[in-house]
């Protein structure tokens, strides 16, 4: 099955940048959409954002939308996400997941719900504090 690896994450001041990576193995990333969770001590995993195959479409849970950008690129089998204007709310392990399509019972490409999700990766830590 797929592998996903995440990497980037680290302690940044508040108002800061960081961009995380999630790298898959095999040859069908391009047959994934691909989203980002995170979950914070104590708290529920939580989505972020989603990218579709092309990497056309992007969709954004409202607490990270105009601070958040998700990317792709397909012949890398990397997929981004660019976090700006961090803040402390955001301390949380970052998750890539994999949502595998092309199949009748997943018409859409977009999921807000681990369970709409096929792989996950192990998660890179992100702390905003100063």
């Known amino acids: 099955q797929v592998q996903l690896v995440e990497s980037g994450g680290g302690l940044v001041q508040p108002g800061g940048s960081l961009r995380l990576s999630c790298a898959a193995s095999g040859r069908t990333f391009s047959s994934y959409a691909m989203g980002w969770f995170r979950q914070g001590p104590g708290k529920e995993r939580e989505f972020a954002g989603a990218?579709?195959?092309?990497?056309?479409?992007?969709l954004y849970a409202d607490s990270v939308k105009g601070r958040f950008t998700i990317s792709r690129n397909n012949a890398k089998n990397t997929v981004y996400l660019q976090m700006n204007s961090l803040k402390p709310e955001d301390t949380a392990v970052y998750l890539c997941?994999?949502?595998?399509?092309?199949?009748?019972?997943?018409?859409?490409?977009?999921?807000?719900?681990?369970?709409?999700?096929?792989?996950w990766g192990q998660g890179t830590q992100v702390s905003v504090s100063s």
């Open positions: 997941a994999a949502r595998l399509l092309g199949r009748i019972a997943r018409p859409n490409w977009a999921s807000d719900a681990s369970s709409g999700y096929d792989y």
């Open positions: 990218i579709s195959r092309s990497g056309s479409g992007q």
